[in-house]
């Protein structure tokens, strides 16, 4: 059996929904039981059915991405659709589930409460962190070491919160359920409440002594580092999720300006300065990208502000197939009067004298112009 939805359609978490519509009908076609040999045909056609009701409906798979596969058939089974359950980017409320959130909505308050981690609507992410990549990082993708800070189970008193875990044992007053129902009647009937139970905090557990380690809560904070994967084309504050246990982290990825590139989605744009004799007569030049250097024409007559197109020399489309492309905006540079040579005052004066770009040009002083004597 697959190990999640994408597992099953064989494709990766960022796959296309163009992608993922193409490996069902592929999938379907090699496991359909009606023209397939294969041994448990029915069994994959029915895995591979299921996986593409999930990862089809981008509500759903969005879901299914924050929950993880075990929390998001846990949340079908309860009867409900996850996808409208609100913010269910929520990976766990760790050991100790509080009871209580929900008021007097009983069942439906403790399932939001168990799968979502947290009250009833739904919760956040067990840490947050950031990290930073270059340019260069998100063209080619990279690997990057992420530090946070999460609740781990305290291993001095193996989660139970007891100082000696053997003594530790079932609570009485909820028998370890770690909540207590109230009824009393009111003018529209009886009313029954769900609240945390007093004598064990919720934790559905009772000792003697509370662990010094954790202080009794069975839980203690942990520093942790992973290495994580940033895909190629990610986009300035994309959350990535990462799956550690039951627990998710969100990784915010911010993304460096550039001293030369300018992003728009998958494009990139670069300004490459042109001396004058390059721009009337049109030149070769080399023009840096993010995948090295390039040779690129420069017609006969540009104008300042013209722009060029390297096609597929931009970034990776995240969410999509191929790349985009870097645009080149030639900019005509004007000397500085002061840096100019005495040949070439002669040179910008003989042309003035002529009347500019509305003379017609002598075949002498186009080859000096050629010569560069304008740089």
């Given at each position: 059996?697959?190990?999640?939805?994408?597992?099953?359609?064989?494709?990766?978490?960022?796959?296309?929904?163009?992608?993922?519509?193409?490996?069902?009908?592929?999938?379907?076609?090699?496991?359909?039981?009606?023209?397939?040999?294969?041994?448990?045909?029915?069994?994959?056609?029915?895995?591979?059915?299921?996986?593409?009701?999930?990862?089809?409906?981008?509500?759903?798979?969005?879901?299914?991405?924050?929950?993880?596969?075990?929390?998001?058939?846990?949340?079908?089974?309860?009867?409900?659709?996850?996808?409208?359950?609100?913010?269910?980017?929520?990976?766990?409320?760790?050991?100790?589930?509080?009871?209580?959130?929900?008021?007097?909505?009983?069942?439906?308050?403790?399932?939001?409460?168990?799968?979502?981690?947290?009250?009833?609507?739904?919760?956040?992410?067990?840490?947050?962190?950031?990290?930073t990549v270059s340019l260069e990082d998100v063209y080619a993708g990279a690997e990057r070491q992420v530090s946070y800070s999460t609740q781990t189970e305290c291993a001095a008193c193996d989660g139970t919160g007891a100082a000696d875990p053997s003594n530790a044992r079932r609570c009485g007053t909820c028998g370890g359920a770690g909540r207590v129902e109230q009824r009393q009647r009111t003018p529209f009937g009886q009313a029954t409440t769900v609240t945390e139970c007093p004598d064990c905090g919720g934790s559905g557990t009772t000792y003697d002594e509370p662990c010094a380690e954790c202080r009794g809560e069975g839980e203690v904070r942990d520093n942790v580092t992973r290495t994580v994967e940033i895909p190629a084309g990610v986009e300035d504050g994309t959350t990535l999720r990462l799956r550690d246990g039951e627990r998710e982290i969100h990784i915010e990825v911010r993304v460096e300006d550039h001293d030369i590139f300018e992003r728009d989605g998958a494009d990139i744009y670069y300004a490459h300065p042109v001396s004058f004799p390059q721009a009337v007569f049109g030149d070769t030049v080399t023009v840096p990208t993010l995948n090295g250097e390039v040779e690129m024409e420069i017609p006969a007559g540009t104008r300042s502000g013209e722009k060029f197109r390297l096609s597929n020399r931009g970034l990776p489309r995240m969410r999509g197939r191929g790349r985009g492309d870097q645009y080149v905006r030639a900019e005509v540079v004007v000397p500085d009067p002061s840096d100019l040579s005495d040949e070439e005052r002669d040179a910008l004066a003989e042309f003035a004298s002529a009347g500019g770009d509305e003379i017609e040009y002598d075949e002498g002083f186009l080859e000096r112009l050629k010569k560069g004597v304008f740089g």
């Open positions: 059996m697959a190990r999640d939805y994408y597992d099953a359609l064989g494709v990766s978490r960022d796959a296309s929904q163009d992608e993922i519509k193409s490996a069902y009908r592929e999938k379907a076609r090699e496991y359909h039981p009606d023209a397939s040999d294969h041994e448990n045909a029915q069994e994959k056609f029915k895995e591979i059915q299921e996986a593409y009701d999930v990862l089809g409906d981008e509500e759903k798979r969005e879901a299914y991405d924050q929950m993880g596969h075990e929390r998001f058939k846990q949340a079908e089974k309860q009867g409900f659709d996850p996808s409208d359950a609100g913010g269910a980017g929520g990976a766990g409320a760790g050991r100790r589930r509080r009871a209580g959130g929900a008021g007097g909505m009983g069942g439906l308050g403790d399932i939001f409460d168990d799968l979502f981690g947290g009250g009833f609507g739904g919760g956040g992410p067990d840490a947050r962190t950031s990290v």
